[in-house]
């Protein structure tokens, strides 16, 4: 093999493109494939497909100097013109919440097609999240029946799963707390291994070797801990709300400080959202079922969550004394800040409830308002700035905790709204400051309401 290895990434979502990105940055030929000829297009047009800082100057300077090609449902072609393939293909949630498998099968077979016409030692590395089993018992299944070819021999066989946060995912692409490499046979798993020395250096990060089982349940237990975290703060935050003084933001403050708990991700507020937590937590409960244990504690943080974004509309509703015909605004639609993502964003269920409960909503969002539109419809109104969706609103529910609206003061809310009711459901504000000027209301703020 040659000193840089020519990479393949099949599916360029969120995962594949930054992967392609971030190898292609760092001089390495990089091939990808999608099925969706409309991504493909933009992509090659330099144009991503989704809001991610920086990925936009990245991905062109890559294909202006000739790194990165993307071609329209060629696996094979991409493949065979590698030696090193990623698969970063989606991994949905069936009904019943366990995983769906179909994109990373269909995959695998024209993976196999390509590797029965090459005859070269080609590397297949999973960096979908798959539970645990996928790549022994299927992936590996596939590859070696359609490519008559034997893994570990003809073939190396990885799983390498990624722990790129949305919004900082060039960030987190260069400076991995942890490099995680499971391989069924040591050869590929070396081969990947150096290719992350080089990658990262002169600052490796820890590189953790596994087994393909154990690699995939460390993707899992990762996004699961994290979930608990905030399912657990969020636990606290409910109780602080029936505790005249208690402030959730004080008690994490001092939880952190422990060096055994960590400050991070012990921010209450309306639940997690986006493309991860909520199906992976939803996966690994099902894969746990399926192998005959019940993961309790794991199906008490999804309900937890399931829950949470609701605690926003019921404390506007019992600042306003009911929300019929009340206009009420929502500043922030996507998952998160600093992206336009709206998977499983907690705003879907907020408008729910305030539509049963009759309200009329108008929304902003600093990127996400044309994702929005697409998922919510008309049954919203959509504000193009922070002034026209406050202008003359009953009430306000902070939903994303976007930098814009941190800048906010209660002046400005005073100004627009036609009854200053404020609901922070980031805690995002200081409720001494805002509580003297507004009707204000924060989750894990115990005001005895
Ligand atoms: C997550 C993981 O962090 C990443 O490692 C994995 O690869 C993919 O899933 P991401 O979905 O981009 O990344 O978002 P993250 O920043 O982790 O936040 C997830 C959700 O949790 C968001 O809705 C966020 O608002 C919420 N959250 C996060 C909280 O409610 N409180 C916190 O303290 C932290």
């Known amino acids: 093999m040659s000193e840089k290895h020519k990479i393949s990434v099949i599916g360029v979502g969120y995962v594949g493109l930054c992967t392609a990105v971030g190898f292609a940055t760092k001089g390495y030929l990089v091939v990808s494939s999608d099925v969706d000829p409309e991504k493909v297009a933009k992509i090659k047009e330099g144009i991503p497909p989704f809001h991610e800082p920086r990925l936009t100057e990245m991905l062109k300077a890559a294909i202006q100097k000739g790194k990165l090609k993307c071609l329209i449902n060629q696996t094979e072609a991409a493949v065979l013109e590698t030696d090193v393939t990623y698969i970063a293909v989606g991994t949905p949630s069936k009904p019943d919440g366990s995983i769906d498998l179909q994109y990373i099968e269909a995959v695998s077979r024209d993976i196999g097609k390509a590797l029965k016409k090459s005859s070269n030692y080609h590397i297949v590395v999973i960096k979908s999240t798959v539970v645990p089993g996928t790549a022994q018992n299927t992936v590996k299944t596939i590859l070696e029946n359609t490519s008559q070819k034997k893994c570990g021999e003809d073939f190396g066989l990885c799983v390498n799963p990624e722990f790129l946060r949305q919004g900082s995912a060039f960030e987190d692409t260069f400076n991995a707390d942890r490099v995680v490499i499971g391989s069924f046979d040591k050869k590929s798993g070396d081969v990947i291994e150096e290719v992350y020395r080089g990658f990262y250096s002169p600052k490796v990060p820890p590189i953790i070797r596994t087994g393909l089982a154990t690699a995939e349940l460390i993707k899992y237990a990762s996004n699961a801990i994290l979930a608990t975290k905030i399912s ?218």
């Not at 939803?282 to 399926?290: D, F, V």
């Not at 306000?396 to 100004?415: M, Q, S």
Request: charge should be neutral.
């Open 232 to 449: 657990f703060i969020n636990t606290i935050a409910n109780l602080c709300d029936k505790i005249p003084g208690a402030d959730v933001k004080l008690v994490a403050t001092a939880m952190g400080l422990d060096k055994r708990i960590g400050p991070l991700f012990l921010d209450a507020g309306l639940g997690y959202g986006g493309s991860c937590f909520p199906k992976d937590v939803k996966a690994l409960i099902a894969c746990s079922k399926a192998l005959g244990y019940e993961p309790r504690l794991l199906e008490s943080v999804e309900e937890v969550n399931h829950e949470q974004p609701l605690k926003a509309v019921e404390l506007c509703k019992k600042l306003l004394g009911g929300l019929e015909g009340k206009r009420i605004a929502l500043l922030g639609l996507a998952f998160k800040p600093n992206t336009d993502d709206m998977r499983e964003a907690r705003v879907v269920p907020i408008v729910c409830e305030l539509l049963r409960e009759g309200a009329i909503v108008v929304a902003y969002d600093p990127v996400a308002v044309n994702m929005a539109k697409s998922l919510l419809k008309d049954t919203i109104l959509y504000a193009s700035s922070v002034v026209e969706c406050l202008n003359n609103a009953d009430g306000c529910i902070v939903v994303t905790e976007w930098d814009e609206f941190r800048k906010l003061t209660p002046n400005d809310f005073r100004k627009y709204m036609k009854q200053p009711v404020l609901v922070d459901g980031r805690r995002i504000y200081d409720p001494a400051e805002f509580g003297k000027k507004l009707k204000f209301a924060a989750i894990g703020l115990g005001k005895g309401l």
